[in-house]
């Protein structure tokens, strides 16, 4: 009632009701890798609400102090003020363990869930016109998540954290010129410098945040003024998305999501151990330790900085240091690329047409290999970031694993570039329906690229159906005061309803017509009968009646066992008329008024 009258009210101010009638009924498709997204928003809504806690107990000062806390091994040391507060918040606050790592492994989801769905819009050609501006926010998204997982990480001033810090800030000084002073004015003098972790916190906490925030506002504001890209399928084409309503399906599917997302972080935070600060001690510039690992997302630096010579040289008379050709130069060339992409790509191919229907991978070779070859290349330098640890498991010599390292950064990404790539010539060619399905014949047409045929990738699938397909129609009908209609396809056989009614039979029409070209219409006079429900929306249905049926059960039994319990009290209790008459009835004698009665009485 009251919620009904609030939404009258701001309806009566606001007119808000066309808005909200429109927004209920936007359709988003129902594939599972649409939810990758969705995971990196959960995430980072997980982020900020940590964040926003760990933030009443993080001192985040330079200036030394004297721990006194719950950690013995510790308790009375001299520390920073960021060390000792993050072992009091790890120790000594009611949940701020819990907080502290569930915080980290969101950072770690977040990172994650960007770049899975950044590889699932790159392998199906969701970053083609209209949605070039999205793919440059979420390419900017994924750099900025990068630095301020990596502020986050350097900010409690542990060992581990400040040679990570200290490394990143060798590689920037490696720059010519600027290298130096960029430095500098990052972090308010030499490191380690007194305004350093004010400086990375400010970063953390504040600046990146905010233009997160705004980025990712942007991000959903142009998808919803666009329209969800959809994979091919039956009724599915490049002027329609065929899924479910805003109301209530994918409405209650994202929540669950979003329930989901956060018990899997707080079921980490509290059982999995990440970056025990306590066990590394505080941040001594003198002191270093081998075995020191950076988090997963920035790992792929670490690798190529161990995997890159050491070569210097000079140019002007100004030194260009080794880490600034692994450091600088191949990040730049990594973001550059990826900002490039998409325009690279239509001036390649030509291809300047709006797309909303996805590609198979298999449809795009050159794209297949190239995103391989890049994925295997950085795999490579992730797991060369540990060659020291691997080294020491294995018991080889540090340096034949670093040379093996090396070999395979040139040589694995371009074998599995070749690979991906035929394999999709193969598939795209041939008349197999999987990887499975492959034959040799397969590979070797491949392989030999007929006369004719572009090097290029393919065009994709046909932007409308073939007109006059049989089987395929659009049934419109009146429902009262207006008319609904559907695209039906008796071949496949598929039944899509539209997402909303039309004022009028040309309304309707309109409608129909802009989401299937091309497809024959027929007026039927009233709403066809609903299609019978599949398998598992029938089971549903059986568990559905089971559960109701075996609730009503539960629910009497439990009722009956109670009335059963209530009748039996009564029987051991007198009533309150007795109570009031005993008094007056000449009772038994004083010894036998203390005994007990025998039970089975009236009341």
């Known amino acids: 009632m009251i919620t009904d009258r609030l939404a009258r009210a701001l309806d009566d101010r606001l007119r808000l009701s066309p808005i909200t009638r429109r927004a209920l009924a936007k359709v988003f498709p129902d594939h599972w890798s649409f939810m990758l997204g969705e995971i990196a928003l959960y995430s980072f809504v997980a982020l900020i609400l940590t964040g926003v806690y760990l933030t009443f107990f993080f001192d985040a000062s330079s200036a030394h102090r004297v721990y006194h806390g719950a950690y013995a091994p510790l308790d009375g040391a001299t520390t920073s003020a960021a060390y000792a507060s993050t072992v009091r918040l790890s120790w000594d606050v009611r949940a701020g363990l819990l907080i502290r790592q569930t915080h980290h492994w969101a950072a770690l989801v977040f ?8 590889t699932r819009i790159f392998f199906t050609g969701a970053f083609r016109k209209p949605r070039e501006l999205n793919w440059l926010i979420g390419v900017t998204m994924l750099t900025l998540a990068l630095a301020n997982g990596f502020t986050g990480y350097s900010m409690p001033d542990d060992l581990v954290s400040g040679l990570g810090l200290r490394i990143i800030t060798s590689v920037v000084e490696s720059i010519p010129l600027v290298g130096t002073w960029l430095a500098s004015l990052a972090l308010g003098g030499e490191f380690p410098s007194d305004t350093m972790i004010p400086r990375l916190f400010v970063s953390h906490v504040l600046l990146v945040p905010a233009v997160l925030v705004a980025l990712v506002s942007l991000h959903l504001g142009i998808l919803v003024r666009q329209k969800h890209s959809q ?22 599917r994202s929540l669950a999501l979003f329930a989901w997302v956060l018990a899997v972080l707080f079921a980490l935070g509290g059982l999995v151990q990440i970056n025990p600060v306590w066990l590394y001690g505080p941040f001594e510039p003198a002191q270093s330790t081998s075995p020191a690992q950076p988090d997963w997302y920035v790992a792929w630096g670490d690798g190529a900085l161990r995997l890159f010579p050491p070569w210097e040289f000079s140019v002007a008379g100004h030194l260009v240091p080794a880490p600034f050709f692994p450091g600088v130069v191949l990040g730049g060339i990594t973001f550059l690329a990826l900002y490039a992409w998409p325009f690279a790509e239509r001036l390649r191919t030509k291809d300047r047409r709006p797309h909303h229907l996805l590609d198979r991978p298999r449809d795009h070779p050159v794209r297949l290999g190239v995103g391989i070859a890049a994925l295997t290349f950085y795999a490579v330098l992730v797991v060369a970031a540990g060659d020291d640890i691997i080294a020491r498991l294995l018991r080889v010599p540090v340096y034949d694993l670093l040379a093996l390292f090396r070999v395979l950064a040139l040589v694995l990404p371009l074998l599995a570039g070749a690979v991906a790539f035929l394999t999709a010539r193969a598939l795209r060619r041939g008349k197999s329906g999987g990887l499975g399905e492959l034959t040799l014949a397969d590979l070797r047409r491949a392989v030999r690229r007929p006369a004719g045929e572009p090097a290029g990738d393919g065009a994709g699938a046909p932007a409308t159906p073939a007109q006059d397909r049989p089987g395929e129609r659009i049934e419109l009908w009146p429902d009262g005061d207006v008319w609904r209609w ?8 598929v039944v899509l309803s539209g997402n909303r009614a039309a004022r009028s039979e040309e309304e309707a029409i309109e409608a129909s017509r802009l989401a299937y070209p091309g497809v024959d219409r027929v007026v039927v006079p009233g709403p066809p009968p609903p299609s019978p429900p599949g398998p598992v929306r029938a089971a549903l249905r059986r568990w559905g009646r089971a559960a109701a049926a075996g609730s009503l059960l539960v629910a009497a039994l439990v009722d009956r066992r109670r009335d059963r319990r209530r009748h039996e009290q ?3 209790d007198p009533s309150p008329s007795q109570q009031d008459r005993k008094p007056a009835e000449a009772g038994p004698p004083a010894e036998a008024a203390d005994q007990p009665s025998a039970p089975g009485g009236r009341t």
Do not use: K, M, Q
Request: proline share 10%.
């Open 111 to 118: 990172v994650a869930a960007i770049l899975l769905h950044l």
């Open 231 to 252: 994979f091919p399928g039956p009724g599915r084409t490049e002027h329609n998305v065929v899924g479910s309503r805003l109301w209530p399906s994918y409405a209650l």
């Open 486 to 493: 559907r695209y039906r396809d008796e071949t496949a056989p």
């Open 570 to 572: 009564a029987g051991r």
